[in-house]
């Protein structure tokens, strides 16, 4: 038996959704990509969404509207995706990295306020694997020091946080959602950016598109006017029709593939938590996580990989600390013995397999070879 790390949930409706976008003509952002905007906004409860080719895309612009300059400084975990620290760098501004938790491998909190300087503007969290980081503590630290909040929540629909959905925290500024192949939610790239406030809305759907006044979607309807202007300097990152009908689909499913999930990771809590060579996830009792990733910690990691993939079972790890990485150890002069979590919960971290349509089967053959090997 090969079991992958991770299998997109695509059926019939997906294809259909698709191949009816493209049969209404409406191949780039329309229509649809409007549709989508207003359903997943009225999903986490948020007054705008705006959608974007990747959550790249939807971090860079966030960090544009909240007005990030050359040298200002944007407080981050180093337990990331590189894309979290590369949009800061968009802006010649400096990313400071902040050890994270040894249980949930999110944001240490605790540690923030001491990286904070008169340069600092905001603070990214990462809402790891799907679970929601501290915010009511990273709400006072900000709110302190006058620092913009954007939530890195890639990995993090549907997570709550105190019983309120991420993308719909009132005292954050702007959220960002990824909906990559591997993604809860996928539409194989895309992203969308939520927030409550309607200047930062604005500035997101300029900006997507090149800086242009108007939507493609409002200039080429039959209401539509040929005359735009450029008021800012943009890009190019909408999504199109395509992808936001794949997108209204897989919103429908949220919850239930988010109990596919949890079931998951139930069968593997209960199967590993008598085993003492595994340190099983965290999970926070005032919180719910999207169960994006399943992280155990083990020793002899690597090896364990390498064993694994040998009896067909993938896996990966999640991440490699940014302050590891050549081209940003060499640039700012990262110390790797300022991140010792960081560095521990790497050298141990192995994700295992959790997508939605695992069947028992499965779930039986990636446990039978992890307490195999670990044992071992």
Known sequence: MQIPFHKTHTTDEEIEAAKSAI????????????????????YVGSK????????????????????????????????TFVATAEVVTYFDAIPVLCDIEEDTHNIDVSKIEALITDKTKAIIPVHFAGQPCDMDEIYTIAKKYDLKIIEDAAHAIPSSYKGVKIGNLEKSDITC????????LSTGEGGMATTNNGDYAKSMKINRLHGISKDAWDRYT??????????????????????????????????MLRDKRDSIA?????????????????????????WHLYVIKIDNRDEAIEQLKENGVGCSVHFIPI??????KDRYDYKNEDYPISNAVFDKSLSLPIYPDMGDEEIEFVIKNVLKIVGA
Not at 23 to 42: A, N, Q, R
Not at 177 to 184: C, L
Request: charged content about 25%; hydrophobic content about 35%; cysteine-free.
């Open 323 to 328: 302050h590891k990485h050549t081209y940003y």
């Open 266 to 290: 139930k069968k593997y809590n209960d199967a590993f938590k008598d085993n003492k060579n595994i340190v099983l996830p965290f999970i926070k009792d005032d919180r719910t996580t999207s």
């Open 222 to 255: 039959i209401k539509g006017a040929w005359r735009y202007d450029i008021v800012d300097n943009g890009n190019k990152y909408n999504t199109t029709d395509i992808n936001s009908s794949i997108g209204l689909v897989q919103l429908e499913k949220q919850d």
């Open 23 to 42: 049969e209404s003509g409406w191949l780039t952002m329309g229509p649809k990509t409007v549709e989508f905007e207003d359903k997943f906004k009225e």
């Open 48 to 79: 705008f969404a705006v959608s974007m080719n990747s959550a790249t895309a939807a971090l860079h612009l966030a960090l544009k509207s909240i007005g990030l300059q050359r040298d200002d400084e944007v407080i981050l975990p180093t337990n």
């Open 177 to 184: 959602f990824s909906f990559y192949a591997t993604k809860t």
